[in-house]
């Protein structure tokens, strides 16, 4: 059983930055990812992280936002830079225990742990 926790969101103007954390604890994890969802949206994909460094991002926030992760603290950080009123989102943690493939680090069904999620607000 793996336990995540997330930290790290808030509010935020056009321009500024975040950083998101997320602590895990139990099995081993062999991926990370962060996903977002505002209201009456479907749950986006933002960035992952492999056992190795490898990362995915997705296209919208290339550039932008850097996933890494501390391994002595077995915790992922997602660096948000830029931030964008569309960035608007409750975050989400997620973690694999399993193999990850590449082409589904950053679909949801990939993962089967996730966290409580953390709000961040970007104004204009």
């Known amino acids: 059983q793996v336990q995540l926790v997330e930290s790290g969101g808030g509010s935020v103007q056009a321009g500024g930055s975040l950083r998101l954390s997320c602590a895990a604890s139990?099995?081993?994890?062999?991926?990370m990812a962060w996903f977002r969802q505002a209201p009456g949206t479907e749950r986006e994909g933002v960035a992952a992280i492999l056992g190795d460094g490898e990362t995915k991002y997705a296209d919208s926030v290339k550039g932008r936002f850097s996933i890494s992760y501390d391994n002595a603290k077995s915790t992922v950080f997602l660096q948000m830079n830029s931030l964008q009123p569309e960035d608007t989102a409750k975050y989400y943690c997620?973690?694999?225990?399993?193999?990850?493939?590449?082409?589904?680090?950053?679909?949801?069904?990939?993962?089967?742990?996730w966290g409580q999620g953390t709000q961040v607000t970007v104004s204009s």
């Open positions: 139990g099995n081993i994890l062999y991926c």
């Open positions: 997620a973690a694999r225990s399993a193999a990850c493939g590449w082409y589904g680090l950053l679909q949801g069904r990939h993962y089967s742990s």
